[in-house]
């Protein structure tokens, strides 16, 4: 599973890709993923919104390798 | 409704005419860069975007709000990168047929994306014009005023502090070749895991001192058929094969005659010819240790292993900007005034010794050029080299351009010649060296500085350093009172390493780079180093 991270979630993470394999998982399955392996990411997790395949995901979404996940924090478009 | 979406680091123009023949109204808006940011005053915002999901929200948001505000076309530019103060960092025009319905969808739209579009304002420049100067002095402490020169030695202490090996991934065994291995690979089981012949021979009972056999199976290697062998009974079995059981010996075919239905020996020592089970390595010890480099007979290791994914430290990003109004690509013929670039093809081979591809540009010396190349992608790279061009003064040109940019300048003066200008600057995660722009220093620089970046990130434990080895001709070093660095070559001659220096002018003199394998030092003052003297040197091809 490919997960893209922007803005100041890069400061966090010092990437803007990373490549996680995993089982098919739900959001939260995949945040604890995410923050093992960069647990400086926790504290970002309430203003953070998942996108999957570029589009919004909906609370009850599932997550497989095959995705492309990215971490929206807040944007400041305009 | 027709839309017509574009996210550019180009700035957005003065005059767009609408998208089609506009009915009615044709409603547009520009947000421009404020020179305000948060209370402070700024120079400049920097944006960056996720753009494929950027422009299917953008097209989303539209097509959704049309529904209850139906008009007929929309163009929306969105700035990336760094847009100046007065700029404008968006653009939206919306053409309908009234212009209750143009203007309705035009402030829908902005409100939408201010909300939903990933888009974000990564930060505000500050001052475009004043640098800050964080050179450390002697006491490590940031420092006003005059900036001091750093040797050599000091520049790769500092850089060995600011690259902390980097995050790790794992990678197949067939591409790992040169990667640096991050975690320690034990013996999953003991090598060898089973007793096995180290000769051709026959397998007898230890204490079975009788001359004739009876050759009851015979084995091969990969044969596993285990047996309690009587007296008087023998295995032929082959190199490698396992052995039928225990408190056997193996006697060479070498010392027995075979005869119908049995064998003879004729000739029988103590050797057991066995390599026995955990003879190499018990289950759990530590067979390649972390921060090993990954080459060939390691890899063979790994294979019998079984390890095929090592875990191994990721690649850095880089992106080579080599910067210059007088280059010309090296399949180009120059014109009068114009030089081929090397630089490029340099830092390319440089680079790939550690499997990395960098990104590779040719700009224009000039200052807005340089900032769009780097500006957009600047925070998803871990080292930008910017090769300096000769056309304007090189040195404050990269400072400032890496000062606005955001960077704190850490060195900016060294003592060390070739390599100055020399500067080191530091955003967040990116490293980034302005290299004085000739090939000479380009050769020396990458290979002391920014080889110590890069095994310092890769986490290798070894690091190539300065060697002892003899000079093979004079060395006139000139007494010059900075520390001095020269391209040579090496061999092993006896036993012992020769350095034939080259000779170099000026350091745009590329012809000193033929056959370079090392750098030797010179240290300060130094006048001339007769034939035979010891002298320290780099090899440039790494230690592997």
Known sequence: MRILFFAHLKDVTRCSEMNLSCAETNADGLWRELIAAHPGLERFRGSVRLARNSEYVAPEARFTDADEVALIPPVSGG | MEIHIQLTTERITEHLPPPSAALGAWGEFRGVVRGEENGATIAALEYEAYQPMAEREIRRLLTELSTAQPCLAARVIHRLGIVPVGEAAIYVGIAGRHRAEAFALLTAFMDRLKRDVPIWKRRAVTNLNVIEDRTPNASGHPKSGSVSAHSASEVVTLLRELCQPLATERVALAESNGRVLR?????????????????????????????????????????????????????????????????????????????????????????????????????????????????????????????????????????HLATGNEIVSPDQFPKHGQIRDSNSTLVQAFLSQWNIIPEQRRVAEDAPAIQSAMSHQLSEIDLLLISGGASVGEHDFTRRLLAEAGFVIHVSKTTARPGKPLIVAQRGGTLAFGLPGNPLAHFVCLNLYVRAALESWSGQFQRTDFAAGELTEDLAAGGNARESFWPARWHLTDGAVRLAPSRWQSSGDLTALAGANAIIRVRAETKQLPRGSRVEFMNTEGIG
């Not at chain 2, 007898?204 to 199976?217: E, I, K, L, M, N």
């Not at chain 2, 084995?219 to 052995?243: K, N, Y």
């Not at chain 2, 390691?298 to 430290?313: E, H, I, K, N, R």
């Open chain 2, 183 to 319: 975690e320690a690979v034990c013996a999953l089981e003991d090598q060898p895991s089973f007793d096995r012949s180290s000769v051709d021979g026959y397998a007898v009972r230890q204490d079975d001192a009788g001359t004739s056999f009876v050759v009851v199976d015979e084995l091969r290697a990969g044969d596993w058929r285990p047996r309690a062998l009587q007296p008087g009974e023998a295995v032929r079995i082959a190199t490698g094969g396992a052995l039928p059981g225990d408190g056997l010996q193996v006697v060479m075919k070498e010392d027995v005659r075979v005869e119908p239905g049995k064998v003879l020996v004729l000739k029988r020592d103590g050797d057991r010819n066995i390599r026995f089970r955990g003879e190499d390595a018990k289950c759990g010890q530590i067979l390649v240790s972390a921060g090993t480099v990954l080459r060939h007979g390691t890899l063979g290791l790994l294979a019998s292993l079984g390890c095929v994914q090592p875990l191994v430290t990721r690649l850095p990003r880089v992106l």
